[in-house]
């Protein structure tokens, strides 16, 4: 996309760019699985470039990927992380976990004091070492992320699941939907510029469900995501 004005959640770092001439494209894939014990997933890649008033450009990247489990299962949390490593050391070995904790600062639901999901990868506003370097990165992780999320997916997709998982699986979902429309960067920088709503909507889930004050009993499955698996942890 171009535009005539940088939103200002687009120039948060770089206040000298607010106002600025643009252009912006990515790419943004989000899975909403059926199946409660599968996971959704989510990856972006995105670049940026904004003009300056004295006609200079100025371009940086960003993106990652996350994964939300609703039923956790730690062999899966460690392959998720272990592909995110790889993908980072093939561009520089710094990198993995200088991206992990900044995913697992990112997707952090504030007012519900709760991460999102196990996290992944985050960066944003980079252009070091050189315009290749930083595209190798998002190319490292946009190839990395069907050898990331399809093994998961094989192996849950005929997990058996009843209406009490269901149910659970949209209660969290609600989660998703609260982080996506108050904190991702993606989705407001859509909103101030003026995009597409039904564009800028759609990584949100189909069915999400708020119950007022809703607890899962102790010691269940559904009591144990919040309490280990949606806790920041060295998964590898």
């Given amino acids: 996309m171009t535009g005539e004005t940088?939103?200002?959640?687009?120039?948060?770092?770089?206040?000298?760019?607010?106002?600025?001439?643009?252009?912006?494209?990515?790419?943004?894939?989000?899975?909403?699985?059926?199946?409660?014990?599968?996971?959704?997933?989510?990856?972006?890649?995105?670049?940026?470039?904004?003009?300056?008033?004295?006609?200079?450009?100025?371009?940086?990247?960003?993106?990652?990927?996350?994964?939300?489990?609703?039923?956790?299962?730690?062999?899966?949390?460690?392959?998720?992380?272990r592909s995110a490593k790889k993908a980072c050391d093939a561009i520089n070995p710094d990198y993995y976990s200088r991206y992990k904790k900044w995913a697992d600062d990112y997707f952090y639901i504030k007012h519900r004091n709760e991460q999102r999901g196990i996290g992944g990868l985050f960066f944003d506003d980079l252009n070091a070492v050189s315009f290749d370097h930083c595209f190798s990165l998002l190319k490292k992780v946009g190839d990395s992320f069907i050898d990331a999320y399809l093994p998961i997916v094989e192996k849950r997709k005929s997990h058996a699941f009843a209406q009490k998982h269901r149910d659970f699986q949209y209660y969290r979902r609600g989660r998703y939907a609260e982080f996506n429309l108050v904190y991702d960067r993606g989705t407001l920088f859509g909103l101030q510029f003026g995009g597409r709503i039904e564009s800028i909507l759609v990584s949100l889930p189909p069915v999400v469900h708020w119950i007022y004050d809703w607890k899962p009993e102790m010691g269940s499955e559904e009591a144990r995501l919040t309490e280990f698996f949606l806790q920041p942890r060295d998964w590898i």
């Fill in 6 to 81: 940088l939103p200002a959640i687009a120039s948060v770092k770089r206040p000298e760019l607010a106002g600025s001439v643009f252009e912006a494209m990515g790419v943004s894939v989000v899975m909403h699985p059926r199946n409660p014990f599968v996971p959704t997933a989510h990856l972006n890649v995105r670049y940026f470039q904004a003009t300056k008033k004295n006609g200079e450009h100025v371009w940086w990247v960003g993106g990652g990927y996350d994964l939300t489990p609703y039923y956790g299962f730690e062999d899966d949390c460690a392959h998720w992380h």
